[in-house]
Nanobody, 123 residues
Framework: QVQLVESGGGLVQAGGSLRLSCAASGFTFSSYSLAWFRQAPGKEREFVGG????????DYADSVKGRFTISRDNAKNTVYLQMNSLKPEDTAVHYC????????????????WGQGTQVTVSS
């Protein structure tokens, strides 16, 4: 069964940190680029950041650049999102997703999605 399972979300105060994990199964993880997206209530899903197959290339939305870091461990079939200096506007359901493209910010280009994990940042 092809799936991605996120974990690590929760409630944190502004300025705090969280580390999200996304564990993959059922497909050749190392062949896929991975990305994190998020969706806040009443807003469209937006790209947060992405990482290439090997982990050698990363890409971030301007809103999180310098605060968030994506990494992956292909031996563990897991991708991570380290979130520092969190702000209330980071509050959203965060999803990981996989694509066969070298890199993409387009949600429609990602064919495998996790169920999402809630991140809530209080002011």
């Amino acid at each position: 069964q092809v799936q991605l399972v996120e974990s690590g979300g929760g409630l944190v105060q502004a300025g705090g940190s969280l580390r999200l994990s996304c564990a993959a199964s059922g497909f050749t993880f190392s062949s896929y680029s991975l990305a994190w997206f998020r969706q806040a209530p009443g807003k469209e899903r937006e790209f947060v950041g992405g990482i290439s197959w090997s982990g050698g290339t990363t890409d971030y939305a301007d809103s999180v650049k310098g605060r968030f870091t994506i990494s992956r461990d292909n031996a563990k079939n897991t991708v991570y999102l380290q979130m520092n200096s969190l702000k209330p506007e980071d509050t959203a359901v965060h999803y990981c997703a996989a694509t066969l493209l070298p890199r993409s910010r387009d949600a429609n280009m990602h064919m495998v999605w996790g169920q999402g994990t809630q991140v809530t940042v209080s002011s």
